[in-house]
Structures are given as C-alpha cells and as structure tokens.
C-alpha cells in the first residue's frame, strides 16, 4: 500500500496532491470551505497558520462563537480569523488613529465585526500612545535602547497621543463567552491581564505574545506572562509557535493557552 501511495503520488500532478494536503490540513482544525473554493485553500491554510489557529486541537475552529482581538492594528489577524472561523461576534480594540482607521475600513463589510479606537489596559481612564515609526509597534510602553540592534529606526519613537483606556472585564462585559482570545500589545501584556480577571474566567483559548527578553521599557517577558497565566488564572499552555528568529536570535513566539475549566482536550 505504501509503494502504491508512492506511485500514485509520482502520477498525479503535484498540484492535485498539493491541494489535497491542504484540505486535509484544515479539515484538521475543522475548517471547511465549499467544493468550488479550492484554488483558494491555500490562502486559507495561510491564514491558518499566520493567525496561530492552526495550534488548536483538532476540529475546534468551528466553535468559536466569540473572538476578541486586542492590539488589533489594521485587521490583519481579524481578517484571517473570519476565513477560518464563523463567529456570532469579533470585537477589535485598536488604539493607534491611523492603524483604526485602517481598521474601520478593513472590517466594515463584516457585520458580525465590532471595533473600538482605544487602549486596553488596566484601569478606565487616558494614557500616553507613543507612536513608531513602524505602526505595528506603536506601544504605551518606550521600545528598549537595544531593540535598535535588531530592528533599526522601525521603532523610533515620531508622535505621542493621548488616548482612552479601558479594562478588558468592562469592554466585553456583555459577552457570553470568549471562545478564543488574542492579545498582542508589544510588552503592555501584563496591564492587560490585570484588568482581566472576569473575562479570563470565560475564555476558552487565549493566544498570547510572549516576549524572551523585554522589548519595551517594563515590558512583559515570557515567564512573567506565563506564571500570570497558569498560577493566577489556572491556564495550561497548549501550543507553541516556532519563535521569530531577528539577527538569529529568538525574539518572541505566541503562546495557546486553554482554560482546562472550560474546554476539555
């Protein structure tokens, strides 16, 4: 049976197989898409993988009825979230102008798509955004001195404004749950865990950057996060992504965590 499989591989066309490997790929995660869809499989798969929801355990894209997006910058990870996913409801919370307005214009076709232009943090109040160069960045935090070796001038500091902050537990009060949770806030994570001890007691999955070393004046590190995560609010890390490798070095990967009270692997 294996040679046949060999041969039959050797026979068809490799665009075929490749297909296929994808399609098995995301009916794995649970990810369905119609018959007259398949030239779009990969985009699909990739979007898989790039919004970390490849890390779930098998066949539980589909339950994912709630999905919250912190540090949602332009939409990106929202938009691959929908191509994988059928929520009853996202919300994305964006602080930086620009980026939301991005944000506004990337998500606006999507009813079942609610976003805010604001921190979140971990008190109602306003804070100070500084604003990089590269707006991904953009953190309430100071980028480190050092990040410079790695990155250049992508982080340098250009505008500072000052913008509303929220708590987590205020923001998505009304949810029923959280199915899945992503929080990417460039070294603010642990504010944002602190102002989120209601909503972490409904979350089911949260994805989580986790830093190897502070890239922000008082920024979260990964033991930091992880000892918030699984001493405090009881999580089990899940899943890991492979890190992101700048100048060789390893500088950061998203963490899956699972609430083992709510969902049972």
Known sequence: ?????????????????????????????????????????????????????????TRLAPELKYIVDVGANVGSWTLMALDCTKPLKVMAFEPEP????????NTKKFTNVEIHNVVVG?????IRLNITRDATAASVLEPEAKMKDYIEDNWRVNDK???PMDTLDNLVAGLPEISFLKIDVQGFEKQVLAGAANTLEKT?????????????????????????????HNFQLC??????????????????????RLVRL
Request: hydrophobic share 40%; with cysteine.
């Open 161 to 163: 404004k000052d913008c």
């Open 98 to 105: 620009e980026n939301f307005a991005k944000l506004q214009l």
């Open 204 to 232: 089911k999955f949260l994805l989580i950057e986790l830093n190897y070393f502070s890239q922000y004046v008082g920024g979260s590190e990964f033991n930091e996060v992880h000892d918030i995560l699984t001493k405090k």
């Open 239 to 260: 899943n890991l992504a492979p890190p992101l490798l700048i100048n060789r070095r390893a500088i950061m990967s998203d963490g899956l965590y699972v609430n083992p």
């Open 1 to 57: 049976m294996k040679m046949l499989g060999k041969i039959i591989k050797f026979l068809l066309p490799y665009g075929i197989v490749e297909v296929n490997r994808r399609l098995e790929e995301l009916r794995r995660i649970g990810v369905t898409i119609k018959p007259w869809q398949w030239h779009k499989s990969g985009r699909f798969l990739q979007s898989s993988i790039s919004s970390g929801l490849y890390m779930l355990p």
């Open 122 to 126: 971990d008190r109602k109040g306003t």
